[in-house]
């Protein structure tokens, strides 16, 4: 079992930035990527960003692409996701996800934490 915790979220207007982080614990030696997801109410929830556990390895949604960046402290069993040029189409509940080694799905979620931009 992994136990996930966002924290960072917040309300910020357009243009600007916000930090998330994700504090892993439990059986977190088993994982294989983390990441972001997202959900705007009425909306699907979509991929924003991965990150590889060991290699570092990113992929990022083209949306976000060149405005968000993800990284991690091993040490730390923490997910960050740096956040800048922020629009309103950002605001969503923002998600951790870890991959466990062996398989195709994210297992572990978070709570989520709520960013609002505002225009």
């Known amino acids: 079992q992994v136990h996930l915790v966002e924290s960072g979220g917040g309300l910020v207007q357009a243009g600007g930035s916000l930090r998330l982080s994700c504090a892993a614990s439990?059986?977190?030696?088993?994982?294989?990527?983390m990441a972001w997801f997202r959900q705007a109410p009425g909306k699907d929830r979509e991929f924003v960003s991965s990150?590889?556990?060991?290699?570092?390895?990113?992929e990022y949604a083209d949306s976000v692409l060149g405005r968000f960046f993800i990284s991690k402290d091993n040490s730390k069993n923490t997910l960050y996701l740096q956040m800048n040029s922020l629009k309103p189409e950002d605001t969503a509940v923002y998600y951790c996800?870890?991959?466990?080694?062996?398989?195709?799905?994210?297992?572990?979620w978070g709570q989520g934490t709520q960013v609002t931009v505002s225009s």
């Open positions: 439990g059986r977190t030696f088993s994982t294989f990527r």
């Open positions: 996800a870890v991959q466990v080694a062996g398989m195709t799905q994210y297992d572990y």
């Open positions: 990150i590889r556990w060991s290699g570092g390895m990113t």
